[in-house]
């Protein structure tokens, strides 16, 4: 896992911690289901997506400008740059895989929360 979180780069401490404020205040939604919390959830919510979003498109432009420039120094030949441009592109969905995850868990526990409000 720490692994992952290196390879998502400096926009995941972003992402993690948005996501975790989130899924922190969506916990405290299921406990006590009050309406004025949804804002703040979906605020932070919104931030994590956003951060998710752009650090996927950070770590894709850094693998496309990266790959390109080692094959025309010749420090990568044309023949093993589709390797390391897929194994670039694994690296990016990192972002992906934290944020979403995060996103998920946090609508979980608010589903969790507006079941105990409705009743």
């Not at 972003?14 to 899924?23: D, E, N, P, Q, S």
């Not at 996927?56 to 010749?74: C, D, G, I, K, Y």
């Not at 895989?97 to 105990?116: D, H, K, N, S, W």
């Amino acid at each position: 896992m720490w692994q992952v979180f290196r390879e998502g780069g400096f926009p995941m401490f972003g992402i993690v911690g948005f996501g975790l404020a989130a899924l922190a205040a969506a916990g405290v939604f299921a406990v006590r289901p009050r309406p004025g919390a949804l804002g703040f959830i979906g605020g932070m919510a919104g931030a994590t997506l956003a951060l998710t979003i752009a650090g996927l498109a950070a770590a894709l432009r850094a693998v496309f400008t990266a790959v390109p420039a080692a094959v025309e120094s010749n420090k990568l030949t044309a023949e093993r740059a589709h390797w390391i441009l897929l194994q670039g592109i694994s690296e990016s969905m990192a972002p992906l895989i934290f944020g979403f995850t995060l996103l998920a868990l946090t609508a979980f526990v608010c589903g969790i929360g507006q079941r105990r409000r409705h009743r």
